[in-house]
């Protein structure tokens, strides 16, 4: 993965095409950007928190079918929700609690989704490779959700 993938996002969510203030509309094509920028991934999707029933649910995404709901703090989503941290899990079967929606996953990684300092959910990322994740990864990405969080705080 690479950093131009910063720079191309921010040209892309620049244009009148692509700007938005509905929340779902921008996840859902910052789901699709990473879906058709970053490779090797089978899944890319928000899961975003839902206070009146106290979970992560399934927000915009691309990829087979997945879970609708996740419990609070668990699986890979929950945790890193839970700790506001990122997780890398180089193989998910060997990680307790993976909620295993697509059973091509064998690895994941995991960024909390902050808007103005408040928590608004989880940018999950599935790999069908082993390892695919690294940290070069993890911080180009978790840039990008940073941007994507400044989007929504902007509109
Ligand atoms: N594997 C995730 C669940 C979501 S699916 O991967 C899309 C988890 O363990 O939280």
Not at 76 to 82: D, H, I, L, Q, S
Request: glycine content about 6%; some cysteine; hydrophobic content about 45%.
């Amino acid at each position: 993965m690479d950093k131009i993938l910063l720079e191309q996002f921010t040209a892309i969510f620049a244009d009148d095409e692509y700007r938005t203030s509905n929340h779902i509309s921008l996840l859902a094509n910052a789901s699709a950007f990473i879906m058709e920028l970053v490779p090797d991934l089978n899944w890319a999707g928000f899961y975003l928190w839902e206070d009146r029933t106290a979970q992560l649910e399934l927000g915009p995404f691309q990829g087979r079918l997945a879970c609708a709901t996740i419990a609070n703090q668990n699986g890979v989503c929950g945790t890193a929700f839970a700790q506001q941290k990122a997780l890398r899990v180089a193989n998910v079967h060997e990680f307790a609690g993976h909620i295993a929606c697509d059973t091509a996953t064998n690895s994941e990684m995991v960024l909390p989704l902050t808007v103005d300092g408040q928590k608004m959910g989880v940018l999950d990322l599935d790999s069908p490779k082993l390892a695919r994740f690294s940290e070069q990864d993890q911080e180009i990405l978790t840039a990008l959700t940073q941007k994507i969080g400044a989007l929504i705080s902007n509109n």
